[in-house]
Nanobody, 115 residues
Framework: QVQLVESGGGLVQPGGSLILSCVVS????????MGWYRQAPGQLRELVAFITSGGSTNYVDSVKGRFTISRDNAKNTVYLQMNSLKSEDTAVYYC?????????WGKGTLVTVSS
C-alpha cells in the first residue's frame, strides 16, 4: 500500500508565504509524476501544479510566478512553495502521486489566506 501525507498548511495573511510538503511511503518502486491539487468550498478540485520524474513542471495560470513545485526523489517528497498568497488561494490542498501506474491521494491540508 502507498500512503501520502501532506503538511504545512495553516492560516496566513494575504501576501504571505507557506510551503507545503507531501511524503510518499509504502510499497514504492518508483514515483512518476507528482502534483498538488486544491479544492475550495463549493468548488471542484483543480490541478495547481505537477512535476514529472524528469523535473518538468506545469502550473495553473492563476499561480504562475507565485507558486513553485519541487521534489526530492531521495526523500520521496514533493513540495509546493507558495508566495504572494491571495484570499482566493484558500482551499484544501491535496497531494497526488503516480506510483507504478496508479494514482494515490493524500487526505489534504487546509490553507487559509485571511487578514
Amino acid at each position: 500500500q502507498v500512503q501520502l501525507v501532506e503538511s504545512g498548511g495553516g492560516l496566513v495573511q494575504p501576501g504571505g508565504s507557506l510551503i507545503l510538503s507531501c511524503v510518499v511511503s509504502g510499497s514504492i518502486n518508483s514515483i512518476y509524476s507528482m502534483g498538488w491539487y486544491r479544492q475550495a468550498p463549493g468548488q471542484l478540485r483543480e490541478l495547481v501544479a505537477f512535476i514529472t520524474s524528469g523535473g518538468s513542471t506545469n502550473y495553473v495560470d492563476s499561480v504562475k510566478g507565485r507558486f513553485t513545485i519541487s521534489r526530492d526523489n531521495a526523500k520521496n517528497t514533493v513540495y509546493l512553495q507558495m508566495n504572494s498568497l491571495k484570499s482566493e488561494d484558500t482551499a484544501v490542498y491535496y497531494c497526488n502521486a503516480e506510483v507504478s501506474k496508479r494514482y494515490y491521494w493524500g487526505k489534504g491540508t487546509l490553507v487559509t489566506v485571511s487578514s
